[in-house]
């Protein structure tokens, strides 16, 4: 008998409600609208099926996994990797607090991605088929999910662009600026970014060598555009980085 090489997802390590409820949390802002009625927040409450945590290299599903769920980034961050078939890592997003992850798997119910923890991290696990049956009711949650969609096709043509028309310089430039307009959106600082992921792993995402991301921070630093400090780093000249 063939044996399948499909790999089985991983169990969630938290069961249904060890969170918050939706309607309950103080992190809900990042995650849907703001003007849903206290009948559809309790909607939404019966969707979410679970959170679960995920240490720090763990995978929260990996290429070929079915395609079931949706999953809101709740604290820490993950990456999504594609592997090459000579073993070569190319990540192919990062993904903060507030951000959905697993829309990959969406158009062949299958994910081509792994999906890596760069934190000891949480999601909200949400079934794709409630969330599609609850847009039918409630328009806002439809055009938040239609949002989503149109961002993850917004950064991979940004990540196109980038690999295809941007110097190293403006690559690594263009980076900080995004990351810290997406911490920003949810609440942070956005001049001060806290870096979980690797030089090597920048690299890996701008299509640069590490050393071509360390020297293009330093540069920055000498510069006076950023102050760079282990993996924490503070804006201090947007609008010159931006003209970069």
Do not use: W
């Amino acid at each position: 008998m063939p044996v399948s090489n499909e790999r089985l997802p991983q169990p969630p390590v938290a069961t249904r409600r060890t969170a918050p409820r939706c309607s309950t949390c103080s992190r809900r802002f990042l995650c849907m609208p703001t003007d849903l009625s206290a009948r559809e927040l309790a909607q939404v409450d019966d969707i979410v099926g679970a959170t679960r945590a995920i240490r720090r290299g763990g995978r929260l599903f990996s290429a070929n996994d079915r395609f079931e769920n949706v999953y809101k980034v709740r604290t820490g961050s993950l990456k999504a990797v594609l592997m090459h078939r000579e073993g070569v890592e190319q990540i192919t997003s990062f993904f903060v607090a507030g951000e959905t992850v697993g829309l990959d798997g969406l158009s062949v119910d299958r994910h081509a991605c792994d999906a890596i923890a760069l934190e000891d991290s949480s999601v909200c696990v949400i079934p794709f088929a409630a969330l599609e049956k609850i847009c039918l009711g409630i328009r806002a949650m439809q055009r938040y999910l239609h949002r989503a969609m149109s961002g993850e096709i917004v950064r991979e043509s940004a990540l196109v662009m980038m690999l295809g028309t941007m110097s190293a310089e403006q690559r690594v430039a263009a980076f900080l600026l995004n990351l810290s307009d997406r911490v920003g959106g949810r609440g942070y600082p956005r001049e001060e970014l806290e870096l979980r992921m690797t030089r090597e792993e920048i690299g890996s995402y701008l299509g640069l060598k590490l050393e071509t991301v360390s020297r293009m921070l330093s540069k920055f630093t000498r510069d006076g555009l950023i102050q760079a400090r282990a993996k924490r780093v503070r804006i201090v000249d947007r609008e010159g980085l931006s003209k970069i």
